[in-house]
């Protein structure tokens, strides 16, 4: 089993900067994707940012230029530095992680979301 635990959320006038992060735990035998998802109220989950073991990222349109997605593997923690932040941002923000265990396969897993809101 793997557990991810998100922080780092929370209330930013637009414009602003917040830093979330994401620590796995578990008996991990290797994390390979390390990514972020969000949902705002009434829309479906959508992706933000990924970024593979090898450092490689990926991100939304709505939020290249002012997002940045980092890892350390050592630590097992995936970062987002979230920059420029605009209302359109708020949502819960929520970790996830293609991982393999001695007992499973690689697989996905989540955490419980950290919400960020943007508002003046």
């Known amino acids: 089993q793997v557990q991810l635990v998100e922080s780092g959320g929370g209330l930013v006038q637009p414009g602003g900067s917040l830093r979330l992060s994401c620590a796995a735990s578990?008996?991990?035998?290797?994390?390979?994707?390390m990514g972020w998802y969000r949902q705002a109220p009434g829309k479906q989950r959508e992706l933000v940012t990924v970024?593979?073991?090898?450092?490689?990222?990926n991100y939304a349109d709505s939020v290249k230029g002012r997002f940045t997605i980092s890892r350390d593997n050592s630590k097992n923690t995936v970062y987002l530095q979230m920059n420029s932040l605009k209302p359109e941002d708020t949502a819960v923000y929520y970790c996830n992680a293609n991982a393999q265990t001695p007992i499973l396969p690689p697989m996905d897993y989540w955490g419980k979301g950290t919400l960020v809101t943007i508002s003046s």
């Open positions: 970024i593979t073991s090898g450092g490689s990222t």
């Open positions: 578990g008996r991990i035998i290797s994390i390979y994707a």
